[in-house]
């Protein structure tokens, strides 16, 4: 069993972060913000595979005048992450964002960053405190390790809201490298009572990005750290909430939809595993039902498999064995095997 960090709970919108609440599941748009139809649809498509909470980028006024239009149309938390410029936080306010993602120390001017914490508080919405290694305050203690000088940057960032009354607050701190961001993590743990939203940032196209995120994000869920994830991939922002469950559901931390059990296949296999595999999990990403599912190449490890999955099958020379809770249900000939196999889920 994970032992989870307490960390303080804070809503974004109906959604709870931290406090012992599951693990809440992030992404971020990848449409310009000012297209609102084109953001909506994307949100929407999110939205359908699990995403909990959203963020988008606001560049400019514009962005910011869109986000009460999208607002409207969605039903998941809205956060709004932005630079510099402090009248576009006080615009998202405006617009009903139920969250913010913003470095109070790069709004510059303490009248500006007070003007932002008080609406804020006002409307009870949270800001997220992000740091990121690629952007270390040019004031960083240069003695500290990286890891180190992300620390402290939170931390001022984290007093300064603190000395404004405020205390709805996430912290991320984000780097490429993972073992600073997990010694970045681990280190501001035990250092302030608020949540942790972790991700490993820019980790890259899906192959690697994936991989990377796994082992970062999962090394920390592992270690009790981290209340709300988002996986940053280079693709569509889908692949993101795919991947995050995923490692939720790895660790026993959440489940979602279906989980696939299929063996490598080798040279005692009889049918093509791969291609079988890959028609069930295409047929499976369809599905919310928390169903296991297992595909198995023979008889060596197969049936243990199969028998151990709400559904399963395994193959043998020009047939295979289908399993359902556990007893074997039936026979069936190879053409029939992905058929039958998805009849049983179905009928779960
Ligand atoms: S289940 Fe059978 S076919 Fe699949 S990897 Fe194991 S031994 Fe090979």
């Known amino acids: 069993m994970i032992k989870r960090r307490i960390s303080k709970a804070i809503k974004i919108g109906g959604v709870t972060v931290g406090g012992g609440a599951p693990i809440v599941v992030q992404s971020m748009t990848k449409t310009d913000t000012r297209d609102v139809k084109a953001t909506v649809r994307q949100i929407k498509e999110l939205e359908e595979c699990g995403c909990e909470v959203i963020r988008v980028a606001v560049p400019d006024a514009e962005a910011a005048e ?83 000088r992300m620390v402290a940057a939170a931390l001022e960032q984290i007093k300064l809201l603190e000395s404004l009354d405020f205390d709805l607050i996430k912290v991320s701190l984000k780097a490429f490298d993972v073992p600073t961001t997990i010694e970045a993590y681990k280190l501001i743990a035990g250092k302030m009572p608020y949540p942790l939203h972790i991700g490993i940032t820019e980790a890259g196209l899906p192959r690697t990005g994936v991989i990377r995120s796994a082992v970062g994000i999962g090394t920390l869920l592992y270690l009790g750290i981290g209340d709300t994830i988002r996986v940053s991939l280079t693709a569509h922002p889908r692949e993101e909430v795919i991947a995050a469950y995923e490692i939720l559901k790895s660790l026993d931390l959440r489940q979602r939809g279906p989980v696939l059990v299929s063996c490598p296949t080798c040279g005692r296999a009889e049918v093509d595993i791969v291609k079988l595999a890959q028609r069930v999990e295409k047929e499976l990403l369809k599905m919310n039902k928390p169903v296991k599912v297992a595909v198995m190449g023979c008889v060596v490890n197969g049936p243990g498999e199969a028998k151990d999955a709400d559904v399963g099958i395994a193959c043998g020379k020009g047939k295979a064995v289908l399993f359902k809770k556990g007893q074997k249900v039936g026979v069936v000939a190879e053409a029939d095997i992905f058929t039958a196999l998805m009849r049983e889920v179905n009928k779960l």
Not at 83 to 107: E, M, Q, W
Not at 115 to 129: H, Q, T
């Open 66 to 148: 869109a986000l009460a239009l999208i607002k409207r149309k969605i039903s998941i938390p809205l956060i709004a992450d932005i630079h510099f410029d402090y009248r576009l936080a006080l615009s998202a306010l405006k617009a009903g964002v139920d969250g913010l993602r913003l470095n109070p120390g790069n709004i510059g001017d303490p009248a500006r960053v007070k003007a932002v914490a008080l609406a804020a508080k006002e409307r009870g919405v949270p800001i997220r405190i992000g740091v990121n290694a690629g952007s270390l305050p040019a004031t960083a203690d240069k003695k500290l390790s990286i890891a180190g």
